[in-house]
Every structure is written in structure tokens, then in C-alpha cells.
């Protein structure tokens, strides 16, 4: 990994730290504090930019890759932290499904993490968007251990402190009849709905 990376990423989880001082809730108290217990896949709700950083620096001591649209890597600035900052690209207006064997090669082989915004694009305060299919299929391919994260946002730098809810570690059901349009709708509507109990819980809690 390039030492711009590793640069980069340390100065992100110092402004994280100091600016959005994550305040981290979990469903039910983990084996290690802010440590994935193995290589993940990480389903997060989105509400801006923001996200991946956060969740990126509440679990520093795993390596995460987020799942990014490809065209921000083009951009000023924005494109720059993206393109250091393990981050995998997604050609949203091409069918290029090259994300999905980059991300089992991230879990299986480097046995890293990886984070997928199922929602595509950012959503409004507690309204969620609802998901697109990738997350249960990559879930499905993967056949990668689950962990859903939701943030209460949207996070802001000049905003309140970001907090967010963290589910314990879970598999999809095996499909009894391969992986079919059906069995990934079905597991798609059952991650949303995951995601929306996530969200009920850390309200309660707050």
C-alpha cells in the first residue's frame, strides 16, 4: 500500500476524531470494542460524504474498502482522497460488475473488509432510500459474514457529534433454489427492513 495512503487515512481519523467524534452504539456488546471479528461485509445506510470516514475510523484496527461511484474519482480534491483511501470504484452507468470480483478478492484473499451504501446515493434524515440489489448479491457471491451500520445523520463537520448503531454479525439464508432474481429481492427487502430496525433501536437509545 502506497505511503500516501497511509497518510492520508491517519489524517482522516484525527479530523474524524476531532471533528465528528463518533459516538458508537452496538445492538449487542461485541467481542472487541470497535473491531470486526473477521473480514466483513459492512452495509451502511448513506447520508453524505462523510459516511465512509466515519465508519472507516470507528473500526481503524480492521482495513476497509468502501465502494465509491466511479465518477468521483474524477473529481478535484474529492478524487484525490477517494483514489488514496482504499476505495473501490463503481461504473454506475455502465454494466461493469468488475466491483463485485475486486470485493470478494478484498474478503476472501487480503481477508480485509469491505463497505457497500446499498442505497446509492445519499438519503434524507431517518427517510431511507430503498436498496439496490448489489449488497445481497455481493453478500450472496462473497458468502461473507454481515454487519449493518446505521448513522444517524446526515454528518457535518460544523454539525452535532455523529452517531451510529452497529448490528452483531450475521449471514444471509442460503438460497434453496440458486441465486435468482426472487431470492435477491427477498434478501435485498430483508436488509432494508434490518436497516430500518437498526435505526428504531439507536432512536430509542439516544
Known amino acids: 500500500m502506497k505511503i500516501m495512503t497511509y497518510i492520508v487515512e491517519g489524517l482522516t481519523a484525527f479530523l474524524v476524531k476531532t471533528l465528528l467524534r463518533p ?45 465509491a461511484a466511479k465518477d468521483r474519482f474524477e473529481q478535484r480534491g474529492f478524487g484525490f482522497f477517494l483514489r488514496n483511501t482504499r476505495c473501490i470504484p463503481i461504473d ?74 452497529v448490528s452483531p454479525q450475521f449471514h444471509l439464508a442460503p438460497p434453496t433454489q440458486g441465486m435468482n432474481s426472487d431470492y435477491i429481492n427477498e434478501q435485498t427487502e430483508m436488509l432494508q427492513q434490518k436497516m430500518k430496525d437498526l435505526m428504531e433501536e439507536l432512536i430509542k437509545r439516544l
Not at 456488546?29 to 466515519?54: C, F
Not at 475486486?102 to 487480503?110: G, V
Not at 427517510?127 to 445523520?153: E, N, R, W
Open 92 to 165: 454506475r452507468q455502465n454494466a461493469d460488475l468488475s466491483w463485485i470480483h475486486e470485493s470478494i478478492k478484498i474478503i476472501q484473499q487480503d481477508k480485509e473488509s469491505v463497505a457497500i451504501f446499498p442505497e446509492g446515493r445519499h438519503g434524507e434524515h431517518r427517510k431511507q432510500l430503498p436498496f439496490h440489489p448489489g449488497a445481497a448479491m455481493l453478500a450472496t457471491v462473497s458468502q461473507a459474514p454481515l454487519v449493518m451500520v446505521y448513522i444517524d445523520g446526515p454528518v457535518k463537520i460544523l454539525g452535532p457529534r455523529a452517531r451510529l448503531i
Open 23 to 67: 459516538k458508537v452504539y452496538y445492538v449487542e456488546p461485541p467481542k472487541h470494542r470497535r473491531k470486526l471479528d473477521s473480514p466483513s461485509l459492512l452495509i451502511i445506510n448513506h447520508t453524505s460524504h462523510l459516511d465512509g470516514p466515519v465508519v472507516t475510523t470507528v473500526f481503524r484496527k480492521n482495513k476497509i474498502h468502501n465502494l
